[in-house]
């Protein structure tokens, strides 16, 4: 892509004659290439050519959030499924039961994202239909893609309901689940993707939806390919992903002729000030965001419990081992308890603490009922001891309802449901 920047410049300098037809041919070239030129871009600078700094690029993968959840994979297979039991003979109206059901979760606070239940409103539903796909984006799918498949396993496949449609969203909820997973499992099987990735495009010819197979579809064969190759994917590009601060800076400067070198330096600045200011920036270990002291309630509480350690600090948002964000009142899935029943702990987090060096949580314990067979998910009971436990003992913040007998369910995140 490199060698595409000094031809542009070539080209703009050498020709004056019929300068709209060469203007035109310009754009061409830069729509092939996949970049614009510019004298400020780095994929132009001949300092950096000339020192061997900036090579083509030689390696592709397919991105498998794209693929599945923007406009993707899983967004047409939610749609398609639900539309289909809507339009059976049965009479159900799903479309109307999800909003209700959305309401009833709560989600970590790491989504950030609220309202999830106009999703599935009136308005929202007739644009899906118009689209013929599930409108919303990578984020907000995330979020709701388990509760939906709850949904489906608990009103319809435990009642032998459209079992066939069901069950082919319930094979690519797999499918995403064993991707999103994949910095954190032991053993990365190509193979073991492969095969999710077939049993998911069986289980959609199979319910029907063949005629509505998209190009995305065909993209889920490859990321096995891209697994053996790199032992990872990637969820995204980093580009993607730095969308906010070109755009922070871009929208208030107005002088166009130095626009691209000011956006440049802007972005430049802001980042190398989070390099200096943010010292937890790169730390891959589990750790405390923005710990304060602790307040006067705090320490008198641990001092009553004899754990008090001068210096403590506290915060409400801490780093967990595998990299995930767990907020204060999340509930959490922890370590199974040595030489007790063979699922996780589970409780509600209050505080982080750092007592000279030791990582500490505060939970309100829950205690578990029993396991709902075939639907990934498990019901408490609430309001059992404070215990302080290891962060380290901290797996994964969870999706949970609340009954009105004051009981939780909790449903299974991927990362403990994927298949090993």
Aim: overall charge positive.
């Amino acid at each position: 892509m490199t060698m595409y920047g000094p031809f542009f410049k070539h080209a703009e300098v050498t020709t004056v004659d019929n300068t709209k037809k060469e203007t035109i041919y310009i754009n061409f070239l830069q729509q092939a290439a996949g970049l614009s030129y510019s004298v400020h871009a780095l994929l132009s600078s001949e300092k950096l050519l000339n020192n061997n700094l900036l090579k083509p690029v030689s390696l592709y993968a397919f991105d498998y959030m794209h693929g599945l959840c923007s406009h993707g994979v899983l967004n047409d297979m939610l749609f398609l499924v639900v539309e289909s039991i809507h339009l059976s003979e049965s009479g159900l109206k799903p479309w109307d039961n999800l909003k209700d059901w959305m309401e009833l979760w709560s989600f970590p606070r790491a989504y950030s994202i609220s309202d999830i239940e106009k999703l599935f409103e009136g308005k929202a539903v007739a644009s899906n239909r118009k689209a013929g796909t599930f409108k919303c984006d990578a984020s907000q799918l995330l979020q709701v893609y388990k509760p939906v498949e709850h949904f489906l396993k608990v009103m319809y496949l435990a009642h032998n309901i459209m079992v066939v449609q069901c069950k082919a969203y319930v094979c690519w909820t797999k499918v995403l689940d064993y991707l999103t997973s994949l910095p954190f499992l032991s053993d990365n099987s190509p193979a073991k993707l492969l095969s999710l990735v077939e049993k998911a495009m069986a289980a959609t010819v199979a319910g029907g939806f063949a005629d509505q197979m998209k190009p995305k579809f065909h993209w889920c064969l490859h990321f096995a390919d891209c697994l053996r190759r790199w032992s990872q994917l990637p969820a995204c590009w980093a580009l993607e992903r730095k969308h906010k601060q070109p755009r922070k800076f871009g929208s208030v400067h107005c002088k166009l002729v130095t626009y691209e070198k000011g956006l440049l330096s802007a972005v430049s600045m802001e980042h190398i000030n989070t390099l200096v200011t943010q010292h937890d920036l790169f730390k891959a270990s589990c750790h405390l965001i923005n710990p304060s002291g602790l307040t006067k309630k705090l320490a008198k509480m641990f001092q009553e419990l004899q754990c008090f350690v001068p210096g403590m600090v506290y915060s409400k948002r801490c780093i967990l081992q595998n990299g995930a964000t767990c907020y204060k009142d999340d509930v959490v899935f922890m370590q199974k308890h040595p030489g007790g029943n063979e699922f996780w702990q589970c409780g509600q987090v209050k505080h982080f603490f750092d007592a000279a060096g030791l990582l500490l949580c505060l939970v309100d314990m829950f205690t578990l009922l029993g396991l709902r067979a075939g639907t990934e998910s498990s019901k408490w009971q609430a309001g059992g001891a404070l215990k302080l436990v290891d962060v380290r003992e901290v797996l994964q913040p969870v999706i949970h309802s609340h009954g009105k007998d004051g009981t939780l369910t909790c449903l299974t995140p991927a990362l403990l449901s994927c298949p090993e």
